[in-house]
C-alpha cells in the first residue's frame, strides 16, 4: 500500500560519492516532507537531511552540510540523497522518512514528526 523504498546503499571509499534513493508508491511524495536519518552502530539514529513538501526550505546536519545535498524528482515520485566526499563517520544504515504537508525545522528534525518510513540501506565508507 504506503511504503517508501531506500535503495543505492553500497561500501565506497573516503572521498567517494554515493546516491541514495528514497522511491515512495501508493502515495505523492511531493506532498511530503521527506527526511533522511542514519544510525551508525554504538550512536543514537541522527537526522542527517530534510527537504520540505514545498521543497523551499531544507535542513542538513552540521556534519554533512556543504557534502549532501537532498534532490526531489517529483516525476518519478522519488527523492534522493546525493552524498559526496564520504568519510568513514558517514557508515550507517539510512532511512528515509515522509510527513504529509510537512516542513523542515534549520535547527533539526526528529523521528517524530514523520509517518511513513523505509527499511533503510547500508552505506559503508572504509579503505
Known amino acids: 500500500q504506503v511504503q517508501l523504498v531506500e535503495s543505492g546503499g553500497g561500501s565506497v571509499q573516503p572521498g567517494s560519492s554515493l546516491r541514495l534513493s528514497c522511491a515512495a508508491s501508493g502515495f505523492t511524495l511531493e506532498q511530503h516532507a521527506v527526511g533522511w536519518f542514519r544510525r551508525a552502530p554504538g550512536k543514537e539514529r541522527e537526522g542527517v537531511a530534510c527537504i520540505a513538501s514545498s521543497s523551499a526550505s531544507f535542513f542538513y546536519a552540521g556534519s554533512v552540510k556543504g557534502r549532501f545535498t537532498v534532490l526531489r524528482d517529483s516525476a518519478k515520485n522519488a527523492v534522493y540523497l546525493q552524498m559526496n566526499n564520504l568519510k568513514p563517520e558517514d557508515a550507517a544504515d539510512y532511512y528515509c522518512?515522509?510527513?504529509?504537508?510537512?516542513?523542515?525545522?534549520?535547527?533539526?528534525?526528529?523521528?517524530?514528526?514523520?509517518?511513513?518510513w523505509g527499511l533503510g540501506t547500508q552505506v559503508t565508507v572504509s579503505s
Open positions: 522518512a515522509a510527513e504529509y504537508l510537512g516542513g523542515c525545522p534549520r535547527r533539526g528534525i526528529s523521528e517524530t514528526m514523520f509517518e511513513t
